[in-house]
């Protein structure tokens, strides 16, 4: 749908602050931070429908925010040298849109974000082939050896819960993000080997201990899937999208998350707002069909994705017709109001889904 394509470059446009930071969701109080995660994506997304301009703008801002908060990323890895607990060292998941900390308690430590931020910027310079700037230079280096010296200890999922547990997700997009900062011009030739290395080291932990029964698992431990385990494959490679694993990854995701064949759930023990269905789940989902070339399932879902549209032509994050647990929809509502509308990242993953079918 060509009108809800150009509806949510408007929406993300819309909310890209001076600074470049995109705010995860304008009309929801605790959304109104900027997420290295959502941005990621949503300059990438960006990337692809041709606004390079705005994708360059984020990658701005989260790499000056990196190197503002460089003193805690520093701190954290001389602490993880000495095996010693984190305390309040670390990078932040998300941040106001001037880059400072938010002054609400939230769960913070994420790594994620940042190993996507790294592969969404791998792919922005590789779409544009301009000049590195050195701050980013800086930024990269920094983030990388951050990744690199982090990735073992536990920390809040990309969900922002489980801060006890190891999730392939998180390592998935840690392995992405080291790549891409390994690759020639992105950095100093004698510390590639070393993040390469890393990288392998993490992928050969998610094969050992990230599956069971033959498809990966939210986390190590555990026995069930996660929606965002098609992050795996799709789009940090750690598998790639037809490995036997992924087929089955997939499959479990399509029974045991998407029952009723429309959008796609978390994971099956959600009670966020009820356990909704999530748009950008549903998308997502698509774009790994669209890469194994099951182009009707990928369809089916973009068009479920398009229904969800309001009548402004935004995207919630989820949506109430089949919930999990209805019993907790309530109280999250009670909590902090509406489901978030229009959410960027659902934005985003739709023209992620759109644009991988060859539409522009």
Not at 101 to 129: I, K, S, V, Y
Not at 268 to 283: C, F, I, K, M, R
Request: proline share 5%; net charge negative; glycine share 8%.
């Amino acid at each position: 749908m060509a009108d809800l394509f150009q509806r949510s470059i408007h929406v993300i446009l819309a909310n890209q602050a001076e600074s470049g930071a995109y705010v995860a969701c304008p009309n929801f109080p605790a959304y109104r931070y900027s997420w290295f995660r959502d941005g990621a994506f949503i300059a990438y997304a960006m990337d692809l429908a041709g606004q390079h301009d705005s994708a360059q703008r984020f990658h701005d801002w989260a790499a000056r925010t990196v190197l503002r908060h460089a003193d805690k990323a520093e701190r954290a890895m001389q602490r993880a040298t000495h095996g010693e607990p984190l305390g309040g060292d670390y990078l932040h998941a998300r941040y106001t849109t001037d880059g400072a900390e938010g002054l609400q308690d939230w769960p913070n430590f994420q790594l994620d974000g940042f190993g996507t931020w790294l592969w969404a910027l791998g792919e922005h310079l590789r779409r544009t082939a301009g000049p590195l700037p050195s701050h980013w230079r800086e930024a990269i280096h920094l983030t990388s050896s951050y990744l690199a010296a982090l990735w073992r200890f536990p920390c809040f999922d990309l969900w922002e819960e489980h801060p006890d547990r190891v999730h392939p997700y998180t390592l998935a997009a840690i392995y992405a993000g080291l790549q891409a900062a390994s690759r020639k011009g992105f950095s100093p030739e004698e510390v590639n080997t070393g993040w390469l290395t890393t990288a392998d080291e993490i992928r050969r932990f998610v094969l050992a201990q990230g599956v069971r029964d033959g498809h990966l698992v939210k986390h190590v431990g555990s026995a069930v899937v996660d929606a965002s385990l098609i992050g795996v494959a799709t789009p940090y490679r750690l598998l790639t999208p037809d490995d036997p694993i992924m087929r089955a990854t997939a499959a479990r995701i399509e029974a045991d998350l998407r029952p009723q064949g429309g959008g796609v759930h978390r994971y099956a023990q959600d009670t966020y707002y009820g356990g909704g269905e999530w748009v950008l789940l549903a998308a997502w989902l698509g774009w790994y069909y669209v890469e194994i070339g099951e182009t009707e399932k990928a369809e089916e879902l973009q068009r479920w994705v398009e229904a969800q549209a309001n009548v402004h032509g935004h995207l919630p994050e989820q949506v109430s017709a089949h919930l999990l647990a209805s019993e907790h929809y309530a109280e999250w509502e009670a909590r902090w109001g509406p489901v978030a509308n229009p959410l960027l990242w659902s934005h985003a993953m739709y023209l992620i889904l759109y644009c991988a079918q060859g539409r522009d």
